[in-house]
């Protein structure tokens, strides 16, 4: 992903990899943690704790198309990063809880400038992904998930260039799901995605390990031990 829009888009990992910063893996401290064993149930027998059946299928699909399985490392649903977004929506950060929420609210303003609607990240995903899905039986006689991929890059594409214009308090809606997909991505297992470390694995990114000052200066050189997790479980 780049800061350009999204033309003919044609998503790879190596373009979301090369857009996201390795930083993503230990800033991101979300408000929800819970433990999950080393072999949780697949994703098609999870159950979410917020989104519902059709919300849960758009999520899955997309995700999917963020991250695709084609190409090198893991894809987004071997990270489990719909789990990781599922958890996320259930908590605190869900509400916006230690948001400021209040006004004014300027949709017109320059993104830059910040959250620009009353609606927390729930009520966005929830309207977001209902009026996406609106669009895509008007158009194509079925919702986003039941889409062909290469039709659900041209629907993300067109969401995110503002073709598919969705209402003004929904316009961060595509930057919010690409966002919270990075962080699933990166973050530590313990929040819910990274499944295994494999995206800390795939960058060589040496996760929350004590110290790694000697290699710190060694640029060019491959990090030879893996990643270790908050909790100390080791890749």
Known sequence: MSDKPLLNWKPSRR????????????????????????????????????????????????TARLIPAEGDGPSAHAARVPVFIDRQLAS???????????????????????????LTPRQ???????????????????????????????????VQQGTIQLDAELRDFFSLLLSNSKEGYFSDPKYGGN????????????????????WAEQHNVPYPLGPVSIAGERA
């Open 124 to 158: 966005i995903y929830r309207q977001g992904i209902a009026a996406i899905n609106t669009w895509c039986n008007e158009n194509h006689g079925k919702p986003f998930n039941q889409l062909e991929s290469a039709q659900q890059d041209e629907v993300l594409s067109a």
């Open 15 to 62: 373009q979301f990899l090369a857009a996201t910063s390795v930083t993503t893996a230990v800033s991101v401290l979300p408000s929800w943690v819970y433990a999950e064993s080393a072999d949780p149930v697949p994703l098609e027998q999870y159950l979410p704790e917020y989104f519902n059946a059709t919300e849960w299928a758009f999520i899955m699909a997309a």
């Open 92 to 118: 605190s950060y869900g509400i916006g809880a230690d948001w400021y929420m209040g006004g004014p609210h300027d949709p017109t303003a320059d993104p830059a400038l910040g959250y620009q609607t009353p």
């Open 195 to 214: 499944h295994k470390m494999l995206a800390w694995s795939y960058i060589g990114f040496p996760g929350a390990r004590a110290s790694f000052k000697e």
